[in-house]
């Protein structure tokens, strides 16, 4: 009698081991797409930014991007979305990587951006204005959506980008900053690469 009721416990005690660790399993599931790349909403994108800027250095990505941009399949490739204005998002974007002494950064904007006509695109060159004095000064070059993003999925091969999406609803607004090294640039690199012997 007590061997039967001994075995029934221990059976019962199995099965609700079963259940919670299955639970858990799905939970942990849930939280991830297919290819483990985490999709957060998050309200604190500031904090969010600022510790991933203090891991990330030369060859890391930072986009602020716009409502359209596509979540892409390489783990290594982090989107939050967030329900700010994207050019308030530049804004710090920029000024804390200007904080930063261990990084800089190139910035890119889609070439494309300059031949959307406003009457396709409401809002675009109000936009494109207000972009234009927020990042006055920096060194921002103009390239092909496409050739951005190739530079992009390239690096991503090896390093981590963070995505910012936004909401904003105007074509070919993505900003894309490239972090560099903040206390060494390609001039010395070069001349380094030039006084080391073959």
Known sequence: MKYKLLRNIS???CLILVLFSCS???????????????ILETQDWK???VETLKLFGHRNWIVVADGAY?????????????????LEVVRFVNQ??????????????????????????????AYSAELHELLAGKPVK???HEDIIGALDESAKLFNV?????????????????LECGYWNATAEEKLRRNIPN
């Open 162 to 178: 963070l995505i910012i999406k936004t909401d904003l609803t105007i074509p070919y607004t993505s900003v894309f900053f490239q």
């Open 70 to 86: 596509p979540k892409q399949s390489n783990p290594a490739i982090k989107t939050i979305t967030i329900a700010e204005s994207q």
């Open 142 to 144: 103009k390239k092909l």
């Open 96 to 125: 804390y990587i200007e904080k930063s002494v261990h990084v800089d950064a190139n910035i890119f904007i889609d070439k494309e951006m300059e031949f959307v006509p406003e009457k396709d695109a409401n809002g675009i060159d």
């Open 24 to 38: 858990d399993r799905t939970k942990q599931q849930n939280n991830r797409t297919p290819n483990s790349q985490v």
């Open 47 to 49: 904090s969010e930014l």
């Open 11 to 13: 059976t019962v005690t």
